[in-house]
């Protein structure tokens, strides 16, 4: 599902950021990708996304090869990949419910698929019962389960959860690794980027360690070596 292969990113010839990543993740796998800061975790989520190029190397998602993919095809790129940040990017003006169909409106879905959608991904992260609530009537806890939901509108093959707890306490940082874990049982590939050493800890899935743009050890039992 996910493979690189030599991939390297430079911004300065110095200075490389990533450095010979070779990485394969198989569909409906449950990874952690952990390290310090500035050991290249964020990069590796920009690359996944063809937010940033690699300077040398393969990207493979699925059957798309992106590691040079054009500009124009990044938007149906990004509809099978879904993508979960630390900031929740909410529109304030916009309820819970017109949030998630906002992410179906831009791509051009008809109002009959959106109202057949929204309700369903709402229902799968527990928040039917305040679609019409907006974001400032909401936990930190509840507004990122509007990006969870807002992530699945394209019914993607893969997750990607960058710090995705980040901003939260612990109970809400287990409600949301939760719904992770039950959105990977419906066969999605999650990959989640953090530096919570509970959370990885509890989850006991595969574990990529990063330290100075390099994988440093890439554990199938969970362990966090850093």
Known sequence: MIK??????????????????????????????????????????????????PTKGQIAIGDWDITG??????????????????DFKLLPKKTVAENVAFALEVAGERSGRINQVVPQVLNIVGLNGKAGRYPSQLSGGEQQRVVIARSLVHRPKVIIADEPTGNLDSINTGEIIEILKKINEFGTTILLVTHNREVVNHLRRRVITLANGEIINDDAEGKYVL
């Open 69 to 86: 993919i054009a500009s124009s095809i990044i938007p149906y790129l990004r509809r099978q990949i879904g993508v979960i940040f630390q």
């Open 4 to 53: 690189l292969e030599g991939v390297s990113k430079f911004y300065s010839p110095t200075a490389p950021v990533l450095r010979d990543i070779n990485l394969t993740i198989a569909p409906g796998e449950f990874v952690s990708v952990v390290g310090q800061s500035g050991a290249g975790k964020t990069t590796l989520v920009k690359l996944l996304i063809a937010e940033e190029r």
